[in-house]
């Protein structure tokens, strides 16, 4: 039975960088694969369509496993799928206003797929839509995993460049998934902004809305948007408003003062530094006592129960990569079970330190 029983749900979609600015053709057919990873109590299904996450089962309070993730049972379903279960999506992630950018004094005019104007995710046939290489996997291992690849030709949904692309999921016996998204511009520059498109439901996948669950997220601002949903290239501060989660809060306790529920980017705190790990998000369910920690590399944040954000604004930090300059994304899941001193910690506000993980979980 596939799994869509919800009312509301909560995406942490990875994190991911400003914008500035029918099936793919690659270079070899693939068969669609399912791959499952188990370590201690957690275990994660994925396929190599869309190099999509389709589970990640963890225990509640009371040592019952759940499938803490929205999707579907069957690949299949992936492909007539338009919510992005799960995905990686991209070249670009989110919208392109009037699908036009330039770069280099060249301005580029890609195909819209949203209401005949702006791209979406990236184009029809995207990232999302392609059978993925299975690099790598590791089963029989202490931290199990699998790599990902895809080739994007030059010119793929009219992006210039080719470019290579790997996405790496690793689970850990502490119970933590380490998603590491990295590509490389062959010859010429090209934008370029992953994002890692997973629902969570910390109750599990069938348990209804997420509205009772508590949510913190370690951002002072957020980029407001227009009538179509495209930002406005300005920064707004969240304190004392209905997006403010700089502590910890229930997430409906604000949602009817928002016609349209909760579709807004948050700016991270701290150092737009690739190579530091910053607190992102924690999300915890107080009926399961699951807790879900994030922490990220990336700027941006997008907390949504409905279409992505849409960035286009020069003044946001440049997604170009180019020869020599590689793409890494990384983001960090931790998950724990509520204790009394975590209760007690509720609604401190976030301090913008950097994060406490281990440094083995920052490579």
């Given at each position: ?5 919800f009312?509301?749900s909560?995406l942490?979609?990875g994190t ?7 099936k793919?053709k690659?270079?070899?057919n ?7 990873l188990?370590t201690g ?7 190599n ?7 990640l089962?963890v225990?509640?309070k009371?040592?019952?496993?759940g499938?803490i993730?929205l999707?579907y049972?069957?690949p299949?379903?992936y492909k ?7 995905n ?7 919208r392109i206003r ?11 005019q890609?195909k819209?797929?949203e209401n005949?104007?702006?791209?979406l ?11 993925w ?6 089963k ?7 790599l990902?690849a895809?080739d ?11 470019v290579?692309i790997?996405v790496r999921y690793?689970?850990?016996a ?7 998204m ?8 090209t934008p ?5 498109h997973?629902?969570w439901n910390?109750g599990?996948?069938d348990?209804?809305?997420i509205l ?5 997220l370690?951002?002072?601002e957020i980029t407001?948007?227009?009538?179509e949903?495209i930002p406005?290239g300005?920064?707004e ?5 209905p997006y403010?989660?700089?502590e910890?809060?229930?997430i409906?306790s604000?949602i009817?003062e ?10 991270i705190?701290g150092p737009d530094d ?6 992102t998000?924690m999300?915890k369910?107080?009926k399961?006592g ?8 990336q700027?941006?944040?997008q ?6 954000q849409?960035?286009n ?10 020869p020599?300059?590689p793409?890494?994304h990384k983001?960090?899941?931790k998950f724990t ?11 401190k ?10 440094k083995s979980?920052?490579?």
């Amino acid at each position: 039975m596939d799994k869509l029983s919800f009312l509301l749900s909560l995406l942490l979609v990875g994190t991911f960088g400003f914008v500035n600015g029918g099936k793919s053709k690659g270079k070899k057919n693939f068969q669609v694969e399912v791959i499952e990873l188990k370590t201690g109590n957690i275990s994660a299904k994925f396929t190599n369509y869309g190099a999509s996450m389709m589970s990640l089962v963890v225990p509640d309070k009371n040592g019952q496993p759940g499938d803490i993730v929205l999707g579907y049972d069957s690949p299949d379903a992936y492909k007539n799928d338009e919510t992005y279960f799960g995905n990686v999506v991209g070249r670009v992630a989110n919208r392109i206003r009037d699908g036009k950018f330039s770069l280099n004094g060249k301005e580029y005019q890609l195909k819209p797929n949203e209401n005949g104007k702006h791209l979406l995710h990236g184009g029809h046939g995207a990232l999302a839509d392609v059978v993925w290489e299975v690099k790598k996997i590791k089963k029989d291992v202490a931290d199990p995993t699998v790599l990902f690849a895809y080739d994007s030709p030059d010119g793929e949904n009219g992006f210039p460049g080719e470019v290579k692309i790997t996405v790496r999921y690793l689970l850990r016996a502490d119970n933590r998934l380490r998603v590491t998204m990295k590509a490389k511009a062959i010859k010429h520059a090209t934008p370029l902004n992953l994002v890692q498109h997973t629902y969570w439901n910390l109750g599990n996948h069938d348990s209804g809305d997420i509205l009772s669950e508590e949510l913190q997220l370690f951002a002072n601002e957020i980029t407001p948007v227009d009538n179509e949903q495209i930002p406005t290239g300005k920064l707004e501060p969240v304190k004392g408003t209905p997006y403010d989660f700089l502590e910890s809060r229930v997430i409906g306790s604000r949602i009817k003062e928002l016609p349209g529920g909760y579709d807004i980017n948050y700016v991270i705190e701290g150092p737009d530094d690739p190579i530091k790990m910053k607190k992102t998000a924690m999300l915890k369910d107080p009926k399961s006592g699951r807790v879900m920690k994030l922490t990220s590399n990336q700027p941006g944040l997008q907390f949504y129960r409905k279409p992505d954000q849409r960035l286009n604004h020069p003044n946001f930090p440049s997604i170009i990569v180019s020869p020599g300059k590689p793409y890494k994304h990384k983001m960090l899941y931790k998950f724990t079970i509520a204790s009394d001193k975590d209760k007690k910690s509720d609604g401190k506000k976030s301090d913008g330190k950097k994060s406490d993980e281990k440094k083995s979980d920052k490579s």
